[in-house]
């Protein structure tokens, strides 16, 4: 006991009470916004276990101002706001919450998905503003998704969610990896470079981590691939995608629409972006269910609490840290 730990925004109270029951002391930001760099850096210091967000950048400054910092618990799958190699030459384990979002995040990209080919926001608008003055063979016509061809590029856990659900509605499953994926594989989708998926695919779904080989992996060269009636969609990470080269693509009808839960510089949009009929936007909820946010809390406050103590997190990272511990 004794342990001092900071949490970077708020999580469900349950998981806060995981925290409490073990740490004599539990900070969370009391702001309903992710602190300032400033207001972060001032916050970590002292402390003996830090449970951060995507919102939070966690490199050699932070670490410097978080001197004994023993465990730092992501609350996320990814792990790209957090420099991982530098806490592990400083002997501090790193954490992440992988699996429990895969069905919720895979539940997102088909909403999205239906929500852009059927055009599901922009008939909400239609009724919401009055427009809706009666049925018409010609009004609101979208494009249908059974039996057509779905490409995955990535073949993790999230993407072998999302092809295992497209057997439902007749749809030939296309995958991208860096290497093959038994897995996926097994739910029924076949395995194609990048460059064949893009040009047989009617929907390209993303679903790849982001790191030094996935920034802008999808850019004006990749979308020029694609059919002129194909969707994008993204539920990854905004600069897997070079948001510029979407605007265009969008914006001249190279593509026929996107949906989009991520963006390259969140919470920024790329200028154009929001003026465009033929995309759907929402803001970074992929994983934003009560159910999957307690289970992520939870799993996060678990590994902080063991990291602390000074025992391997259930889903530690950088498990070499153990060689630079002093």
């Avoid at 004599?24 to 400033?38: F, G, K, M, Q, W």
């Avoid at 101002?65 to 706001?81: E, L, S």
Wanted: overall charge negative.
């Amino acid at each position: 006991m004794g342990y001092n730990v900071y949490v970077a925004q708020r999580i469900p109270d349950e998981s806060i009470r995981l925290l409490e029951a073990e740490c004599e002391t539990v900070e969370v930001n009391p702001h309903d916004r992710p602190l300032t760099r400033a207001e972060f850096l001032k916050a970590i210091r002292g402390r003996d276990g830090l449970l951060c967000l995507l919102t939070e950048t966690v490199d050699e400054e932070a670490l410097d101002a978080a001197v004994g910092v023993r465990g730092i618990a992501n609350y996320a799958v990814g792990f790209n706001n957090i420099d991982v190699a530098a806490c592990t030459r400083r002997g501090i384990p790193v954490s992440n919450t992988p699996g429990v979002l895969t069905d919720t995040t895979a539940d997102l990209a088909w909403a999205l998905m239906f929500a852009v080919a059927r055009r599901v926001v922009e008939g909400d608008r239609m009724v919401r503003e009055g427009r809706f003055t009666g049925w018409g063979p010609l009004m609101i016509l979208g494009t249908d998704i059974t039996g057509k061809t779905l490409g995955i590029v990535g073949g993790g856990r999230i993407g072998r969610a999302t092809a295992a659900r497209a057997a439902a509605f007749s749809m030939k499953t296309l995958y991208y990896s860096r290497q093959r994926h038994p897995e996926i594989e097994a739910v029924g989708a076949q395995y194609r470079l990048l460059d064949d998926l893009l040009r047989e695919s009617d929907y390209v779904s993303i679903h790849v981590p982001l790191n030094k080989e996935t920034i802008h992996l999808i850019s004006a060269r990749e979308l020029a691939l694609m059919k002129p009636g194909a969707f994008l969609i993204n539920t990854a990470r905004g600069p897997v995608v070079d948001e510029k080269a979407l605007v265009a693509a969008l914006r001249e009808g190279r593509i026929a629409g996107a949906g989009l839960d991520v963006f390259e510089r969140e919470p920024e949009l790329e200028p154009g972006l929001a003026d465009l009929e033929n995309v759907v936007l929402l803001p970074h909820v992929g994983s934003a269910t009560v159910e999957t946010r307690i289970k992520m809390g939870n799993m996060a406050a678990t590994n902080l609490l063991a990291m602390i103590r000074g025992e391997e997190a259930p889903n530690c990272i950088n498990p070499e840290w153990k060689n630079f511990r002093k």
